[in-house]
């Protein structure tokens, strides 16, 4: 069964320095899909990131990147220069071919930037 | 805008009681879900639905139930609300079934069975 573990349930950083956010997944389909989503106090979910298990290249979107490491199946959220709105919960999730655009969630990493 | 409209965003009910969660997109997308997301254990899909009356179970779907029958609107129903189905909901759409398509998700709904 595939697995997402965000194993930081919560993290603080310093505004205007970089923070990573852990996220290993468990998997033997070749192809999969990985994702990191935000959600603010307000509820909703942000999508942020994607990385697919065929790209060679990490992804980036402005401040946010993914450090992808396929042999230690993990999938790192790095955001840069945090700001106060970054405080949020970040949810990794995965999708696989076979199961189509279903996605399975870690338990999430609660973030807090300090001013 | 593009968006997908959850109703009601709250809602405190009594055990037994049917109720039902309304789900709309407005971009045209085949493929919708439901998930829930419960403290410790993320979001977890309870059904999805690959196009208009093609609907299928998820990872939790006991005590659910759904309809496709339009494409744009995909109703989360509760026939006997229980309280482990106190939960924070989320519907959700994309484009396509591709596994690297983008989820748009609505607001939630926080919904309390006592």
């Known amino acids: 069964a595939q697995k997402i573990t965000q194993t930081q349930p919560g993290m603080f950083v310093q505004e205007k320095e970089a923070v990573t956010l852990d996220c290993t997944y468990d998997t033997s389909d070749p192809s999969y899909g990985l994702f990191w989503y935000k959600q603010p106090s307000s509820g909703e979910m942000i999508f942020l990131i994607y990385q697919g298990s065929y790209d060679q290249q990490n992804a980036t979107e402005g401040r946010y990147s993914l450090n992808f490491q396929k042999a230690r199946k993990s999938a790192n959220l790095v955001i840069s220069a945090s700001q106060l709105g970054d405080s949020a919960m970040y949810f990794c999730a995965m999708s696989r071919m076979e199961y189509g655009n279903k996605l399975v969630f870690g338990a999430g990493t609660i973030l807090r930037v300090k001013s | 805008e593009a968006q997908v409209t959850q109703n009601p965003r709250y809602l405190i009910t009594v055990t037994g009681k049917k109720l039902t969660v309304t789900c709309s997109q407005n971009m045209n997308h085949e493929y919708m879900s439901w998930y829930r997301q419960d403290p410790g254990l993320g979001l977890r899909q309870i059904y999805y639905s690959m196009n208009v009356e093609v609907t299928d179970k998820g990872d939790v779907p006991e005590g659910y139930k759904v309809s496709r029958k339009e494409k744009r609107n995909f109703p989360l129903i509760l026939e006997s609300p229980s309280p482990n189905q106190t939960s924070l909901y989320f519907c959700?759409?994309?484009?396509?079934?591709?596994?690297?398509?983008?989820?748009?998700f609505g607001q939630g709904t926080r919904l309390t069975v006592v």
């Open positions: 959700a759409s994309s484009l396509s079934d591709n596994m690297n398509t983008e989820a748009f």
